[in-house]
C-alpha cells in the first residue's frame, strides 16, 4: 500500500486525474464536448505551445531555462504578418518568421554562452526586448488582414 501511496501523492499521478475528471465532468455536461470536432479545435489551439514547449524541453534538459520566448514569438509573427501581406508568398512569410526565431534564440544562446550572466536573467532582459521591437515594429497594431491561402496553416 505504501508504493501506492506514493504513485498516488505525485504531482504527475494528481494531474492526470484531475485532467480525467474535467474530461468527464465536460463530457458530463455537454454531448459536444467529447466529439472529434472539439477535439480538433482544441489540438489546433495547443499547437503553438506544443511547437514552442518541444524547445524549451531542450533547454530545461540542459538546467537552463529561456523566459523570452512569448515576446520572440510576437516579435517573429509581427514582422512575418506584414510580409504576408504585401508578398502574399508563404514560404517568404515562413523563412523570416523562422529566421526571426533562430535570430533571437542565437542572442539569447550566445549571451549565455559567453558571458556570466545566467540563462535567467539574460531572457529576462530579451524578454523585455523583444517585446519593445514587437511593438515598434506593430506600431501597436494588430496584423489583421492575412492572405487567404495563409489561413490553410494549422487549419488540416
Known sequence: MTRLGRLIGRWEVFLVLVLIGAFVYGTWCSEYFLTASNISIAIAGATPIAIVALGMTLVIVTGEIDVSVGSMLALAGFVAGPIAVKTDDIWL???????????GGLLNGLVVAYTRVPSIVATLGTLYAFQG??????????????????????AG
Not at 512569410?93 to 535570430?103: D, Q
Not at 521591437?133 to 494549422?154: D, F, Q, T
Request: charged share 10%; glycine share 18%.
Open 93 to 103: 512569410t515562413l523563412g523570416v518568421g523562422i529566421g526571426v526565431g533562430i535570430g
Open 133 to 154: 521591437l514587437a511593438l515598434l515594429v506593430s506600431r501597436s497594431r494588430n496584423v489583421v488582414s492575412v492572405p487567404e491561402h495563409a489561413s490553410v496553416l494549422g
